[in-house]
T-cell receptor, first 114, second 108 residues
């Protein structure tokens, strides 16, 4: 049981490039989330999904896109990367936000835009 | 909108008890969660309070008072490995909103 798997772990992008951060979970969780965390700060919600085919914006969605075609996968797309998107990105999943057990987080993707 | 406030740093000695407070202002509040994050690592779930009162899990306890929009995480018998960042988070409309985090330093 791998939990939540994120790839890649590290990436350096040039300004204007695009990339997709991959996230997959094997716990059959309906809810999936993408957060970013800047140094010394809390986690900011980018996008979330309550099930396959359903996505919604979080606190900081600008510059990102997501899709949820399957229960397992929730990729995050960065278009036209900017230095402000330098951050650590965490994917998470849960059975439901208001239940015991909480979220399970992936190990993160450390992205630098230069 | 929503906002959470928690102290940015707390220092305590090994074996002591420490309390990390969290106050929130939010609409549509469902519950309060706590997460631990060691430097550079993934956040891990510690506890969830859906109702007022105290929840205990080993050395960690968490408390919620909805009338005061306030909660806290209590760590007992502190160990060096408890040095980490601790985040409170409110459940709202299908998602978790996190506070800025409290960095706990445990000294020998």
């Amino acid at each position: 049981n791998a939990g939540v798997t994120q790839t890649p772990k590290f990436r350096i992008l040039k300004i204007g490039q695009s990339m997709t951060l991959q996230c997959t979970q094997d716990m059959n969780h309906n809810y999936m989330y993408w957060y970013r965390q800047d140094p010394g700060m809390g986690l900011k919600l980018i996008y979330y999904s309550v099930g396959a085919g359903i996505t919604d914006k979080g606190e900081v969605p600008n510059g990102y896109n997501v899709s949820r075609s399957t229960t397992e996968d929730f990729p995050l797309r960065l278009e036209l990367a900017a230095p402000s998107q330098t951050s650590v990105y965490f994917c998470a999943s849960s059975y439901g936000v208001d239940r015991e057990g909480g979220y399970t987080f992936g190990s993160g993707t450390r992205l630098t835009v230069v | 909108g929503q906002s959470l406030e928690q102290p940015s740093e707390v220092t305590a000695v090994e074996g002591a008890i420490v309390q990390i407070n969290c106050t929130y202002q939010t609409s549509g509040f469902y519950g309060l969660s706590w997460y631990q994050q060691h430097d550079g690592g993934a956040p891990t779930f510690l506890s969830y309070n859906g109702l007022d009162g105290l929840e205990e899990t080993g050395r960690f306890s968490s408390f919620l008072s909805r009338s005061d929009s306030y909660g806290y995480l209590l760590l007992q018998e502190l160990q060096m490995k408890d040095s980490a960042s601790y985040f409170c988070a409110v459940s709202q409309g299908g998602k978790l909103i996190f506070g800025q985090g409290t960095e706990l330093s445990v000294k020998p």
